[in-house]
């Protein structure tokens, strides 16, 4: 005898991502009120803050403690803020993973209690994806601090981190309780995660949004002067597609094979292994996305001309689309950006799902690259 009961049902999801300023001024309620707006009990929180964040604004965790103290009947902050290690030194590194880990399982918060995660978006996925295996899942509220995070990692369901430089390998599908973007917390972003942060801008306008594209092109001049009132409006745009892209396209937790989202991501990941993760995320979408646009050109998926735009208007912006990574061969005298494909289609599960742009603002899914192809764009444009 067989026997089978299929078991269905749909959970919904919501959650805020607010733009603000000076988030931990005492006269600032929107952190109190996100934290509250659950719950009529005081709330339990932990905080962990990026290391750079906290040279680079030193001030900052006084402002923290001053705010718990103006609110404390509100809020219970269970522990002094955690300074942890940012960057990829956290991302890939399992040690830095478990002190966190040991953190909170000495300060025991229950299933209701609050982590907040300061930093940037190596960070925020360390301290997301411990969030969510802890009692399966606190309350998770981002602080994005880089340009990067706040318009594209800090604002969607991912948590992970690498292992052994495999990228993502540890990881989980968590929608946080909130996301909270301080425009604050630009101010001390080096050069390097300024511009490269843009690289995820136009990672989305060049395959879904022409219009955006136009507007990166427009500000492009007061984008590589860090003008702040520019970069707010393109960090809001983008994270706007971002959450729309993950609210409509019908796979927010990634179930299927098609990834429009990781376009220009098959070197970007092998680029920040390469180069000992000397190149940063942005930085490395930037080239894998300047590789990409290139190879659909070559495809004659995309006209010569917009090719062209595509780069320069990058390169206006202040990108490097270039790196002597790209040429590093193995002892088979072999390209190693090549075998980025390969761990590509693995963490794809199995089928690889190119993005490629077919004009600014539209794509198209291609499911095989031509090796020789990628290695004549290599020597020829890099």
Known sequence: MTQTIIQKF???????????RD???CNNPLLLQTLLSSTSQKSKVIIFV???LA????????????????????LNLLIQPQITVGGERQKNNTESFKQILKILKTVNPCRHSFVIAIGGGSMLDSVGLATSLVHRGLRLVRLPSTVLAQNDAGVGVKNGIDLDNYKNFLGTFAPPFAVIN???????????YWSGGLAEAFKVAIIKDSSFFKLLETFAPLLKARDENSIEKVIIKCAQIHLNHIATNGDPFEFGSARPL???????HKLESLSQYSL???QSVAIGIALDVRYAHYKNMIGLSECKHILQTMQNCGLVLNSSFLHKKDKNKKLEILKGLEEFRTHLGGKLNITLPTSIGSSQEIHQMDFELIAHIINTHF
Do not use: E, R
């Open 262 to 268: 990781d376009f220009g991501h098959w070197a970007a």
């Open 280 to 282: 940063n995320h942005g």
């Open 10 to 20: 749909k959970v919904d999801f919501s959650y805020p991502v607010h733009f603000c």
């Open 50 to 52: 990026d290391d750079g």
């Open 23 to 25: 988030i931990f001024n």
């Open 55 to 74: 040279i680079a604004q030193p001030q900052l965790i006084n402002n923290i403690n001053k705010y718990f103290q103006h609110y404390c009947k509100q």
């Open 182 to 192: 301080d425009f604050d917390f630009l101010h001390s972003l080096p050069l390097s």
